[in-house]
């Protein structure tokens, strides 16, 4: 049903009746489906529109079920009974609109209209050939039983088939020079199904290479390829690029290397070598040795100074110029950038290589909406742009794992002129459009083109546990203590900030770090949880005679140096990362109040002053000029003289006489006393007692002697005030400071790890670090020691800490991601340590790109033997369920972006940061706040237990409230005593980022709870829309008995740059599954002894058209799940619930009843759909059909993109818009093609639309 921008044509429902929902037939009714929940409804005689009671969609019948009258009008005069009149919204005249066109422009009025098909039933006209001649009655139509097997089945097709073998074992399948890779080599399934252009280009080092054995056929075909593809040309004039996508550990270093080696042959000298890190330096010098390369320098540019790079004093004329991804972006402090140094040293003709090694570092170029790019990703893209005619390399296992990464890979030329997409953002469109499934096509399109190559080592030998590491009862306590401090720290901080003045700003700043501060403490946590297990296990391997790494996120550096910084080098235990990290926190960011000022010891007359100006007024009419000696009154310095009295004397300052303020008698000036504070002129006479002696400059009254003691007391008193609030403050913090330093919070795990399996003299670590603590020799205390020694410097301690290990003389190495990028630590044949490699997890990283970097350290190509991975997790959160989804990834190859998704279960899918997850959040949140119910039970409670349930939303909202997730939180009184109210703002309602880290901080049971409840809604959502047929499964396997192509295939397209070909197939399905294959399924299932009681044939309790409908089940991969096998289609792909099972069919006990219905059923199912024969759809129909036709667009499909996904669009069935790729085998002679499915109703409209259709030469 078409989306709608404007008003379209519908039909006025008045108040219709809801029909009755049912299964069953009741009293000369018809059922029908509803359109929108599927539900199946009863509709009442002579009702024809009608209201769906469960989803209130209003619809009417379909016009083979209306009342015979209502279908049997004539048409008018000049009505084309091969279109649907109806009525423009705008205009309102009468439009011929062909069927299936859902989207067109009013020819009277020009307004852009939209079909909704769901409400124009009734202007569907039957077919004629005459159409201005009345119809005679039709004979009616048998009424349509609705057949819940069909509806199953149909879901089932709809979804796709199973998925098949995801790799396959990798030969180049055109070259074969160079002895075969040391270890075996995996290929997708997908891109296996896709073969590179024939090899055109004859390597000048290939004597060499095939006499010294240093390459292996699989890099050699690389070298091939990539110097191929170099003499290619773009549309826009730049060079063609090439992408090296092989996974870690098959050797894309030497294969670097052999490039350079062969261009050097061709007298291009220079090269760009960039890659993460300056260290790898020494790995690129030894391969370069390795292929016979020695006498290429390689020159490490951060040791180079700014100055042009082939000047006298610099000296680099040729060679292999090695910078990092850092230095890439760096300048000088004169403003001179490193890239402007290397484009001036390459110079505008440069036709050499320039190669970004580990280029997933340039990725953010085209961050997601409201990022900024990054400068790495910018650097890239501008020396590429300035280098138009460099020989590109683009070498990463992670480089495409979005399309967005792929930003910068401008030379692969897969957008841009003479492309299907204009620029990258369409390019990203479309892919987004797409799917999963659209960059597995990218990656086949770039290997059809001769520009990919994308091989992974083969995880085969590998061993795979999840270890679960329950927290202690001493740590579920402690994590259980330290949740509520966190909850009492945040009400404190709130209480303590009420009382401030300050602006707004330094408060967000405040909730900033905390959040920051809380999600990184409790991650801190779980790791150190882990350390007494990884410690067990590590002392277990190395008694085995195995060596271990470990493999963590972060060192805790930071932590460790404040605290040398603070305490000094010698301290009494390891840093505490948990309680530094704390104590620095509430020290640095605790809501304190200015600290009061000391009072000074001024004087009276200051004093006086100040009070004066503090209490204005005081004088009898006002404030005067003050006189600075009542002696002389006619010389004033300007400032005393600028005041801003409000009385002014009508006489001037040297009159002789003025009045007494008294008295008010007039007096020589002279005679008359002046108030220093108020200024008023006073008769020695008029006061009480009167003033018999001279006064000094600075007298005062007695009314401000008294008013001016009263200021002293009162300044005296605030000052006490803001010191006794300052100092209560102080105290509070204090007492936080206290509370923590109480804890028993765990030490840096990597210190603790280091110093259990026996110190740095025993342990490897390869960090990013550049100090540690280190136990003194007595065993008490410990003290700050640098990594490097003076034989080590700190450049090269990392690579000094690896030879250790791989020599054998440490049998235990700790890496970290920031230590270890492109490092190999493989039980390497060429080592002295060759021991099994056992390689723990203490940090899994959220990031699957980051996961799968980690574990290449350790299996890598040339390796004595596998390596045994451990991954470690808590019972907390998601820990656990993010471990078990990589340790199947991992099972069932390795790295993520490799082609194809289906490598085991997509981590994509367990990406709880996405639409679904993100409506899951909404739901949880929904349910917590009681606006709407639960989609399913809540963990522990129980549907028939109501008052379970509003427990579990009470603690919830406690919860919630307490890591700030619910704001404004009120308990409330009278009937709502107890209940909780507030509110959770608009940004916070689709985080689901935020939830899962606040998540962390809540105490193990209730967090445990919360995690499950989203997790189940999640699963719900994303299990809804696989029956629907809405869920992005990437690439689809179409299984079938039998496949076997129909006809000769067509080329309708061949690419101008490559030769490649696209090509549509014809296939014929056979998904039949016969009796004695069935029978021998379940006769392998009875001869395990453990077999459940329910394994057997089934025949459904219900007839539709009267037959009954056979099954094949047994148990399925989880508890109370089965398999399901039926004789039309074979395996289905849902396994169906035992109780589904038990409520829709019966088990037979009688084979040869079982045999009867079975051999039926497959012989019907050859001819007829399972709606029988009198289907509305008829031959068109494939439900339950055992033999279909399937069509596939394969070979190169981006060129033809477009044009295809056009076609589609014009389909007038929802499902047959939508782009679907598939992968289907031929059992005849296992020929596998992975493309577009074209429906049939398809085929003849992308045909046309490609314009060219001709047979494949033979």
Not at 326 to 347: D, F, H, M, N, P
Not at 413 to 436: C, H, I, P, Q, Y
Not at 620 to 642: F, L, P
Not at 1200 to 1211: C, I, M
Request: glycine share 8%.
């Amino acid at each position: 049903m078409g989306q709608q921008s404007v008003p379209t044509p519908s039909v006025n429902l008045p108040s219709l009746p809801p029909p009755s929902a049912s299964s069953s037939d009741s009293g000369g009714g018809c059922q029908v489906r509803c359109a929108g929940c599927k539900m199946i409804l009863t509709v009442a005689p002579g009702l024809t529109e009608f209201i769906c009671p469960t989803c209130q969609l209003p619809q009417m019948l379909p016009p083979e079920l209306m009342p015979q009258q209502q279908r049997s009008s004539a048409l008018a005069h000049g009505i084309d009974p091969t279109k649907i009149q109806l009525p423009c919204a705008h205009c309102k005249a009468i439009l011929n609109v062909p069927h299936g066109l859902s989207r067109f422009s009013c020819p009277q009025c020009g307004i852009d209209l939209a079909v909704d098909v769901s409400k124009i039933r009734q202007f569907l006209p039957q077919s004629s050939s005459n159409p201005a001649a009345p119809r005679p009655p039709a004979p009616p139509l048998p009424e349509e039983e609705v057949n819940e097997v069909a509806i199953e089945v149909e879901r089932e097709e709809d979804e796709g088939g199973m998925v098949g073998e995801t790799f396959m074992d990798y030969r180049p399948p055109k070259l074969s020079i160079g002895p075969p890779h040391p270890d075996p080599i995996v290929e997708t399934s997908s891109l296996s199904a896709v073969q590179p252009p024939e090899p055109t280009y004859d390597l000048t080092i290939k004597e060499d290479l095939e006499s010294s054995k240093t390459l292996s056929c699989l890099q050699i075909e690389t070298l091939v390829y990539a110097c191929q593809r170099h003499l290619q040309f773009l549309p826009n004039g730049t060079r063609a690029g090439f992408f090296v996508g092989d996974g870690a550990g098959v050797g894309k270093g030497r294969t670097i290397a052999g490039l350079i080696w062969e261009n050097w042959h061709h007298d291009r000298r220079k090269a760009l070598w960039i890659s993460v890190g300056s260290d790898l330096k020494f790995d690129a010098r030894r391969d370069m040795d390795d292929v016979g390369a020695t006498c290429v320098e390689v020159h490490a540019l951060n040791k180079l100074p700014y100055s042009k790079l082939d000047s006298k004093s610099v000296g680099v004329r040729e060679g292999v110029v090695f910078s990092t991804y850092s230095s890439l972006i760096a300048s000088s402090e004169k403003g001179r950038s490193r890239l402007q140094q290397l484009v001036q040293w390459c110079g505008p003709e440069f036709d050499g290589l320039v190669i970004f090694d580990e280029c997933h570092k340039a990725k953010n170029l085209v961050p997601e909406a409201g990022g900024q790019p990054t400068r790495t990703g910018e650097a890239v893209l501008e020396i590429q742009a300035r280098l138009p005619q460099a020989r590109v390399v683009y070498c990463s296992a992670t480089g495409a794992s979005e399309p967005r990464n792929m930003a910068y890979m401008v030379r692969l030329g897969l957008w841009g002129a003479g492309t299907s997409f204009l620029n990258f953002r369409d390019f990203l469109v479309a892919m987004e459009k797409g799917g999963v499934g659209a960059l597995e096509l990218v990656a086949m399109d770039m290997k059809t083109r001769g520009m990919y190559v994308c091989r992974t080592l083969s995880y085969k030998g590998a061993e795979f546990e999840v270890v679960e590491v329950p927290l202690e009862a001493q740590m579920q306590d402690l994590y259980k203590k330290a949740a509520e401090f966190w909850a009492e720290l945040r009400v404190e901080l709130l209480s303590a900030g009420a009382f401030l003045t300050d602006d707004k700003p330094s408060s967000n700043q405040l909730w900033r770090l905390y959040w920051a501060n809380h999600q990184r403490f409790f991650r801190h946590l779980c790791i150190s949880a882990k350390v007494p297990a990884v410690v067990r296990i590590a002392k277990e391997a190395l008694t085995e005679g195995k060596c271990v790494v470990i493999g963590l996120q972060s060192t805790g550096e930071a932590r460790t140096e404040e605290a040398v910084s603070k305490y000094g080098l010698e301290l009494d235990d390891f840093v505490s990362g948990p309680r530094e990290l704390l104590l620095k926190f509430v020290e640095e960011n605790y809501p304190l109040p200015e600290e009061p000022e000391p009072l000074p010891d001024e004087s009276v007359k200051e004093l006086q002053r100040k009070r004066h100006s503090a209490t204005p007024g005081v004088s009898i009419r006002g404030r005067v000029r003050k006189v600075a000696k009542w002696q002389t009154g006619d010389q004033m310095s300007d400032e005393e003289s600028d005041t801003d009295s409000e009385y002014e004397s009508t006489e001037s300052d040297d009159d002789e006489f003025q009045i007494c303020d008294v008295c008010s008698s007039e007096e020589e000036r002279k005679k008359l006393l002046q108030c220093s504070c108020c200024s008023q002129l006073i008769h020695p006479a008029c006061l009480v007692p009167p003033v018999t002696e001279p006064v000094s400059a600075d007298w005062c009254c007695h009314s401000c002697k008294e008013k001016t003691d009263e200021y002293i007391q009162a300044r005296h008193a605030y000052v006490a005030e803001l010191s006794k609030r300052y100092e209560g403050a102080l105290e509070r913090r204090s007492k936080i400071l206290d509370i923590i330093r109480s804890l028993d919070l765990p030490n840096n795990p990597l210190d603790d790890i280091i110093d259990q399996l026996g110190g740095p003299e025993k342990v490897a670590e390869i960090t990013g670090r550049k100090g540690m603590l280190v136990r003194a020799a007595n065993g008490k205390g410990v003290t700050y020691q640098a990594r490097n020694t003076k034989d080590v410097s700190m450049e090269m301690v990392n690579i000094h800490e690896k030879q250790l290990f791989m020599e054998g003389k440490k049998l235990v190495a700790i890496i970290s991601e920031a230590g270890s990028a492109g490092v190999s630590l493989q039980a390497d044949r060429r080592a002295l340590n060759q021991r099994r490699r056992v390689h723990l997890t203490l940090e899994l990283p959220w990031s699957a790109d980051r996961a799968i970097q980690q574990f290449g350290r350790t299996h890598r190509s040339n390796q004595a033997s596998a390596p045994e991975y451990k991954l470690l997790f808590t019972n907390l959160g998601g820990e656990r369920r993010f471990a078990s989804v990589v340790a199947k990834r991992l099972e069932s190859l390795g790295a993520l972006t490799q082609g194809d998704r289906r490598a085991g279960p997509s981590l994509s899918a367990y990406n709880y940061d996405s639409s679904y997850g993100k409506r899951a959040l909404v739901m949880l949140y929904r349910g917590i706040m009681e606006q709407d119910p639960f989609p399913l039970v809540p963990p522990g409670c129980s549907a028939d237990i109501p008052d379970a349930i509003q427990d579990f939303i009470l603690k919830g909202k406690a919860a919630l409230v307490s890591v700030g997730i619910i704001r404004d939180s009120v308990l409330g009184n009278g009937k709502d005593s107890g209940k909780l109210s507030g509110r959770i703002v608009d940004s916070d309602m689709h985080d689901v980022g935020r939830f899962l880290n606040r998540l962390l901080g809540l105490p193990p049971e209730i967090q445990n709870r919360l995690f499950e409840l989203f997790v189940s809604i999640l699963d719900l959502l994303v299990q809804n829309a696989r029956l629907e047929g809405h869920l992005d499964s990437g690439i689809v396997e179409v299984k079938a008995t039998t496949v076997e192509l129909q006809g000769t295939p067509k080329t309708v397209h061949v690419d101008n740059l490559s030769g490649a070909s696209t090509i549509l197939f014809t296939f014929t399905l056979d998904r039949g599954l016969m009796w004695e294959c069935a029978y021998a399924l379940l006769e392998e299932k009875q001869k395990d002894e453990s077999s459940s009681t329910y394994n057997g044939f089934y025949e459904s309790k219900r007839e539709w058209l009267g037959r009954r409908h056979f099954l094949l089940a047994f148990e399925g991969s989880a508890s109370g799940m089965y398999k399901v096998f039926r004789p039309t289609v074979g395996e289905a792909l849902r396994e169906m619930p035992l109780v589904e099972l038990k409520d829709k069919y019966r088990k037979l006990s009688s084979l040869e009843k079982a045999r009867r219905g079975w051999e039926d059923e497959y012989e019907v199912s050859l001819k007829q759909c399972m709606h029988g024969p009198k289907c509305k759809l008829g031959s068109f129909c494939t439900v339950g059909r055992r033999v279909q036709e399937v069509n596939v667009l394969g070979g190169l499909i981006l060129p033809v993109w477009g044009t295809v996904e056009k076609a589609l669009s014009k389909q007038a069935r929802q499902s047959h818009r939508r782009i679907r790729i598939v992968q289907i085998v031929t059992t005849t002679d296992n020929q596998r093609i992975v493309g577009l499915l074209i429906p049939n109703a398809a085929v003849e409209a992308v045909l046309q639309d490609l314009a060219w259709v001709q047979d494949v030469d033979e």
